[in-house]
């Protein structure tokens, strides 16, 4: 079930990366935390959104057993259309936004979508 890849992949992801400044450092430790697993990383991947137009969510994360969970990485706060993104997956694949570098010191959720830090608190 997908909820064990999600809660795998905040284990192996929360509070894991020393800075969220630099984008192009960030994205490969993220791909190379998430290919050291033995996981498929997928960037962009498209979905249809509600009112007809599709929309990308950052990073789709598929198990070698096809579990799929949908990452969105945001700076600060999770973005609204991060939200309704994540609110709009297909049946069956959970999603979490993850933020370079949060301004809460814990995880938390929002209009139950998970939101973790990928850097301590400071």
Do not use: W
């Given at each position: 079930?997908?909820?064990e890849?999600?809660a ?7 509070e894991?990366?020393f800075t969220?400044?630099?984008?192009v450092t960030?994205d490969y430790?993220f791909a ?13 991947f498209?979905?249809?959104?509600s009112n007809?137009?599709?929309g990308f969510v950052?990073?789709?994360v598929?198990?070698p057993d096809?579990?799929?969970c949908a990452i ?13 993104k ?9 999603g979490?936004v ?8 814990l995880?938390y959720?929002?209009n139950s ?10």
């Amino acid at each position: 079930m997908s909820t064990e890849l999600k809660a795998k992949l905040i284990v192996l992801l929360e509070e894991q990366f020393f800075t969220g400044a630099d984008k192009v450092t960030f994205d490969y430790v993220f791909a190379s935390k998430i290919k050291s697993e033995g996981l498929h990383l997928q960037r962009n991947f498209t979905i249809k959104l509600s009112n007809g137009h599709k929309g990308f969510v950052d990073y789709l994360v598929t198990t070698p057993d096809g579990q799929q969970c949908a990452i969105e990485v945001d700076k600060r706060s999770p973005r609204n259309r991060s939200m309704m993104k994540l609110h709009e997956l297909p049946a069956g694949m959970s999603g979490f936004v993850l933020l370079k570098d949060g301004k809460h010191p814990l995880r938390y959720s929002e209009n139950s979508i998970d939101v973790i830090r990928a850097t301590k608190f400071k």
